[in-house]
């Protein structure tokens, strides 16, 4: 008998809580070959006839069921062969209730019932007083909440769960979780929910940066508590019964931090008897939705590099850009004293410079004498490298604690190259920075939702993180975002409308971007491709249908001429209708693709129609124009291709790197056109020529802004210091050359035609300055590897491929040939000569 299977999934996630999609997908990977003739039983146990087994063929490695009507559900998959069966270890997850159908009403304190006062930024608390008996098994609180939360048992904080439950929609919709609060101790226990407003409500303090003001949803409970044993016990949000409170924070405020009052009663030290009762409000027609992603967690903890005063303070420098919050440990003083910490990407003469973040962003705690103790921010987080202290702070030491969604990682690219490796290192630091609730741009100016990256930086998210369930969530905020118009904004949620933002001629360039709205198109077709589950292409499919059908609306004589054209490229001068156009054929192409996938031969037709027709247009730009910029040409020339005139595309080309040569053999394109313009000198034989031009110091791009000392990548090519309020430290929007990275450098890559991993390519380029290296990926098929080590004028490769999958090797020197599932090591030289290639071992 094999061994079993391993990567057992729900919807992409190992063990979820609050699972309410109307399906769940169970996956799971193979640990050993399985023979044709062997059976596959799928088995959940719940308490309702979702326990009868489902049979599969050997080559399952899926299901789609109807969401189990249980709370509790645990599940197995095993592998029958002669009568025997050997199953995997079992899995859990549990599903989202119907909070007012189980009787949970609508609850906020007497303050904030109808709305905030101005400049109230107070936190507000419930508390539940429950008991737990022997025989309880597991106790689950389920909120929904419009805002940041904080849970704690007993004055205890939860491991994870930290800042949910997440980005919604802030006029129409609610976020909700679950917590699961862990095994407890029989007797009395108060379970507390301390609520900020977050980002549905955010006051206009002159004394704090904000990126807009909102006033949207007021601080609001509905809740409910169920205790699992000998029976279900239930508690539920109610007015008059559930207690309510105000907070020792005093002032959250989503972009300009958090007051704490060290001396204030915190919720769980309250007598609940003397705490006012909690009075009923209207939750309106809100939807509550329950995002997928994981809980935001604290991954990393770091400790001060080194520190200095300052000033107007000490500074202490984390080492690295993170996203965050700050913690404050404080020994005894004689006096009460107020301790602020001030965060930032930069430093300045005098202190911490908060120019690239907003400002003024602060965080303070006030300390009554003879007190000790520690504290860190609860209802907001910061983008920062450094964090200066001001006031008395004798005796006060600083940490940073890293927070992030918990996304598992995925994968990793390693290089002997200093450069490379520090490349890749900025990007996922960066990346990191911003995975949130929702992928934002930057964790500090903006935390804002823009889409472009999600399919230009696919690589550096997916090939990092497993976010098969993250990204589904991004997808539903588009589609919540999505206008009556089919129009898709350029962020999600939409929490700030960009129209009137004028740029290039066009007032709501801001707002609306093809490159931007296409994620709708995008990113469920390569979601697809990664995870291979078909629902996120059915999921959509009314919206795609309706963004096309928008800018089939918007275009004049075929084509488009609307948003941001070639974002922040160094040579603006392309036209915008050339690069706007050319993203409407993208979108096109990628419909055309998801309507065959998913059997709609109509609209596959009337796709195929509307390419021709842009096709056609676009030939008013057949020749470029006098002092074509790059991105002109490579746009021209991947037309061209598209066309099947290869002639063109190749005279193009050539125009292409005589233009870079002309440019100071520096690059000049932007955010738009910077992966196509890498694949392209990458396909045509030109990786020297990528490597040598991106490492540069001298010129706009990587080189330059790893020689300025970014430790996560910045906003712009060069990370100067802009005007304030610009110039992020801390963004993966130019992220795109980590595919390049993975999938050229060291040779990993999904075969084009392959769904889920099913098979790769293996085709590394020995870059002759690079000493090696590799690229691992967990895929949904399993691990695959790739890793490659010069030996003096040999380059020595090793390949893993995961049982479920196979690879086609395209080594320099070998012969092209395919590879089952095993180890596989080759030693080549350098000079593609494929008689001095061999393959040295294989390990099935």
Known sequence: MPNTFSRLRVNGLESPLGVDSASVRLSWVADEPLRPDDTIIVELEGGSTDELPHVLGADARSIVLPRPTSRLVRWRVGVQRDGRTRWSARRGFTTAPDLAAAGAEWVAHPDVAIARAERDDRTVWFAFAIDSRPSDTRTLLHLAAPGVVEVRVDGQ????????????????????????????????????????????????????????????????????????????????????????????????????????????????????????????????????????????????????????????????????????????????????????????????????????????????VRIPAGDSGSWSPRFGYHGFRYVELRGPAEGAEVSAHVVRAANARAGRFESGDPFLQRLHDVIDRAVQGNMHSVFTDCPHREKLGWLEQLHFCFDAIARGYDVEAHLRDMLHHANVAQLPSGAIPNIVPEFVDFSGHGYLGDDDAFRFDVNWGGVIVHLPLAHYREYGDLRVLEDNIAAMKAYVAYLDSRAVAGLIDFGLGDWIAIDATAPRELVASHGYLRVLEAAEVVAGVVGDPVWAAALREQIRVVLRALRRYESPRPGAGQTELVILSDIAGKRGDSAAADALFGQLLARIEADGGAFTVGEVTFALLVDMLHRRGHAELVHRTIARTDVPGYGMQLSRGVTALAETWSAERLAVGEGSNNHFMLGMIDHWLQSDVAGLRQSPTSVAWRAAVIAPVFLAAVPSASSVYHSASGTYRVAWQREGHRVRVEIDVPTDGRARVLIPGVAPHDIEPGRHEYVTDDSDIPATAVEVSTHG
């Open 157 to 364: 904080s939860l491991a994870d769960g930290v800042l949910g439950p997440g980005y919604s929609d802030l006029r129409t919709e609610c976020s909700a979780a679950t917590h699961d609060l862990g095994p407890l101790d029989p007797g009395p226990h108060t379970v507390t929910v301390e609520i900020a407003s977050g980002p549905y409500w955010i006051s206009d303090d002159p004394a704090r940066y904000s990126k807009f003001v909102a006033q949207h949803q007021a601080p609001r409970l509905l809740a409910m508590i169920e205790q699992f044993g000998d029976g279900t016990r239930t508690t539920t949000t109610a007015p008059g019964r559930t207690r309510t409170g105000r907070g020792a924070t005093t002032a959250a405020h989503w972009y300009g931090g958090e007051d704490f009052d060290a001396a204030g009663i915190e919720p769980w030290q309250h007598d609940l008897a003397d705490a006012a009762a909690a009075v009923a409000v209207d939750g309106g027609a809100t939807r509550i939705w329950w995002p997928e992603h994981p809980p935001l967690a604290v991954v990393e903890t770091r400790e001060e590099q080194s520190s200095w005063e300052g000033a107007r303070g000490r500074v202490v420098d984390f080492g690295v850009n993170l996203a965050g919050v700050p913690e404050v440990r404080w020994q005894p003083h004689p006096a009460d004293r107020v301790l602020e910490l001030h965060p930032a990407e930069l430093i300045g003469p005098d202190g911490v410079d908060q120019d690239s973040t907003g400002t003024p962003i602060f965080d303070s």
